[in-house]
């Protein structure tokens, strides 16, 4: 059965990569990350698992590659409007009653959300009170996000996804044309800390008044799902806010009660009394 | 062919999906035992209106997946617009948003490999009428993984792109009207 063989290959190499690099997908949903390692092995013209396995154990330089297989996601800014239209008329009011605020965008990826986050605030008047939290385990991703140059082929969805989201400017007033793409204006990074974080090994690093992690958790496992909620529990004080994706829920989780649905249909929740 | 009985159900469909579905779904019974996971191609800014439609018509339950549940017997589940629909080895649902497969998202391929790897021989996979040629790749895996292969016959599809590309890639897939694809899932389910 050579299925049976990839599984076992499979597993192998997952293991190596979190022994040899601490890089741990071991609880991560296996049918996306398998989909993504065989796409990798094809396009790295390795005939089977094991080979990328001896590769991987012995030359440093893959990991990198392997990485932007296994992590790289590539969003929209804006993706799903009646999001940001739901922080921006339901979530701001709130965040406007405390002097200082922080923001973490947990599983940044290439930033896309990070700055449609940050032009949010900087439309309400709240981006100078606020330090912004973008962390991914990809470094590739968060030197992506540290650009904030996307190709000028997606401005146009872009564009519209802001609008929709109840923009109160022209996207156009954040980017100039450089490099062959639109290159978002370096202001917008001056509240923004970039970092190495992983949602399945490290720890709670700073209290948050809301959290933004969408489209990440449906890539872990349940157990893996419930550890990356109990940090943002534990990061939220009551009141605090988490946005999940639209088809993300707490319903199922293990600190279900912790939290309240805030905006039921943008599953966006509020931390209940710790 | 193989004699495992099924443990699940795979449907992919494109253009003309709703008049198809409905000559398939509709003819199964409240208690059929297995799990029916379909990918229909919708634009990723709509509402799924496809349970509550099905809903109407059936007499299985009719739901949208939701990402990590298991795959019940006697549930129809539809990927959600914008996300592929895939099914873990211990047979849960997984929902992602990796790129678009064929300039779809959802994929009938990502789902259809992924249950290939989930089910192996217990799987029955179906390809319906549609303008492009996803599904193909994931029926042949189906097949290559002792699944069974089914295809709604080109001469009487609505769209017959998806059809033909499914039979070209899947050598022992079956060509049938859809009256007797719903027969053969009646079939399949049982030992």
């Known amino acids: 059965m050579p299925n049976e063989t990839e599984d076992i290959e ?34 790295m013209g390795f005939a089977n698992f094991s080979a990328m396995q001896e590769r991987l154990l012995h030359d440093e330089a893959m990991l990198p590659r392997l990485l932007n297989y296994l992590t790289i996601q590539v969003s929209e800014m804006f993706r799903d409007p009646s999001y940001f239209r739901a922080i921006r008329e339901k979530i701001v009011p709130h965040l406007r009653t405390y002097p200082s605020l922080r923001i ?59 609008r929709l989201s109840g923009g109160k400017s022209s996207l156009s007033d954040y980017y100039s044309s450089a490099y062959g793409g639109a290159a978002f204006d370096k202001t917008l990074r001056d509240r923004v800390v970039f970092s190495d974080h992983s949602l399945v090994t490290d720890a709670v690093f700073a209290e948050m008044h809301l959290i933004s992690c969408r489209n990440v958790l449906i890539y872990f496992n349940r157990e893996l799902q419930d550890r990356a909620i109990g940090l ?24 279900a009660a912790a939290f309240g649905e805030f905006v039921r249909e943008e599953k966006i929740y509020q931390r209940r009394e710790p | 062919m193989s004699h495992v009985a099924a443990r699940a159900v795979v449907i992919g469909a494109s253009a003309g999906a709703v008049e198809a579905l409905s000559h398939i779904l509709p003819a199964l019974p409240a208690d059929y035992p297995l799990p029916i996971l379909i990918v229909v191609h919708i634009p990723p800014d709509r509402k799924n209106m496809l349970a509550p439609l099905f809903q109407a018509k ?16 006697g549930v129809i589940y539809f990927a959600p617009p914008d996300y592929h629909l895939l099914v873990e080895t211990e047979g849960t649902l997984s929902l992602s ?60 599809a609505y ?15 079956r060509a049938m009207p859809l009256t007797a694809i719903a027969d053969c899932l009646m079939k399949e389910c049982a030992v």
């Open chain 1, 10 to 43: 499979f597993r192998l190499l997952l293991e190596a990569l979190y022994q040899r690099y601490h890089y741990d997908f071991r609880h991560y949903a296996q049918a996306s990350i398998k989909r993504r390692l065989r796409q990798a092995r094809v396009q």
């Open chain 1, 104 to 162: 973490w965008i947990a599983g940044c990826s290439g930033g896309e959300e990070l700055y449609s986050l940050v032009i949010l605030f900087r439309e309400e008047g709240l981006e100078e009170r606020t330090i912004f939290y973008a962390t991914d385990i990809n470094q590739d991703a968060l030197d992506t996000a540290s650009k904030g140059i996307y190709s000028l082929d997606r401005i146009k969805a872009f564009t519209e996804n802001h």
């Open chain 1, 232 to 255: 943002f529990r534990d990061s939220l004080p009551r009141n605090g806010f988490l946005g999940l994706g639209s088809k993300e829920s707490l319903r199922f989780s293990a600190h």
């Open chain 2, 58 to 73: 059936c007499r299985m339950v009719v739901r949208e997946a939701e990402d990590k549940e298991p795959a019940l017997g």
């Open chain 2, 97 to 156: 948003t990796d790129d678009l497969v064929l300039y779809s998202r959802p994929s009938i391929d990502v789902l259809f490999e992924s249950a290939a790897d989930a089910f192996g021989a217990a799987l029955v996979g179906v390809v319906l009428t549609g303008a492009n040629e996803d599904g193909a790749k994931g029926l042949k895996a189906i097949a290559d993984a002792g699944g069974t292969a089914l295809v709604e016959d080109p001469l009487s």
């Open chain 2, 159 to 173: 769209v017959n792109t998806m059809p033909i590309a499914a039979l070209k890639e899947c050598a022992t897939a």
